[in-house]
């Protein structure tokens, strides 16, 4: 992904509400997705992958879809809470073997 | 277990000083990462190691990063003559084999060149 500097998509929501976070990624070629989370002075966090064999995985609270072909990714967040509020960044392996590119990040801001 | 730790957490140093940075990484895993992060951005991916193999280095940016690896143990990534645009987050990951296994990540070295 291509970094835009700091100004960051946002999503403001109320706590309790579905939160939906969008990623469109650079490469056909990739086969394996991640959405990760980072909190303010912290490392990113893993919360779900997916792999280009399939198109929906769900977690606990989180849902990861993949639509590859219009490279789009999403993770949907249900009931979201204050603790969510975070950073959110997709990445994509397609570019080499053992990297990760990752996109620019979507802040989610969960108001209570 | 333990998580990837990094350290310093913070470091400040002059322009044109050389810095070190060390990662810790999980226990067993196989594989370490390097990244950068600059202010309100993405994470650039900056060296891979994976195993006895030979590093993939293609994201260093300049002849002035460098990084070597112990085994399968610490990692240390080395600026050499520091410059102001070097300022950033490092993060450090690791994995269990390959880049198709999950990487979890360190709390990051945030670095300041006045």
């Known amino acids: 992904g291509e970094n835009v500097g700091l100004h960051l998509p946002t999503l403001s929501v109320q706590e309790g509400d579905n939160s939906i976070i969008n990623c469109a990624y650079s490469?056909?070629?990739?086969?394996?997705f991640i959405w990760y989370k980072q909190e303010s002075g912290k490392g990113p966090q893993f919360i779900i992958d997916?792999?280009?064999?399939?198109d929906k995985r769900q977690g606990q609270r989180v849902t990861v879809l993949l639509n590859k072909t219009v490279k789009h990714l999403s993770l949907q967040i249900a009931a979201t809470q204050p603790g969510d509020s975070a950073v959110y960044f997709c990445a994509e392996n397609g570019e080499s073997y053992g990297k990760l590119t990752f996109g620019q990040g979507t802040i989610l801001t969960v108001h209570p | 277990g333990a998580g990837v730790s990094q350290s310093p957490s913070n470091k400040v140093t002059e322009k044109g000083k050389d810095v070190e940075l060390r990662c810790d990484p999980i226990s067993g895993h196989t594989a370490l990462y390097w990244y950068r992060q600059r202010l309100g951005q993405g994470l650039e991916f900056l060296i891979y190691?994976?195993?006895?193999?030979?590093?993939?280095k293609s994201g260093l940016p300049s002849d002035r990063f460098s990084a070597e690896r112990t085994g399968e143990s610490v990692s240390t990534l080395t600026i050499q003559r520091t410059q102001q645009e070097d300022s950033a987050v490092y993060l450090c990951?690791?994995?269990?084999?390959?880049?198709?296994?999950?990487?979890?990540f360190g709390p990051g070295t945030r670095l300041t060149v006045l």
């Open positions: 190691f994976q195993g006895n193999s030979a590093p993939d």
């Open positions: 990951a690791s994995s269990l084999v390959s880049n198709t296994d999950t990487q979890y």
């Open positions: 490469n056909s070629a990739s086969d394996y």
């Open positions: 997916i792999r280009s064999n399939m």
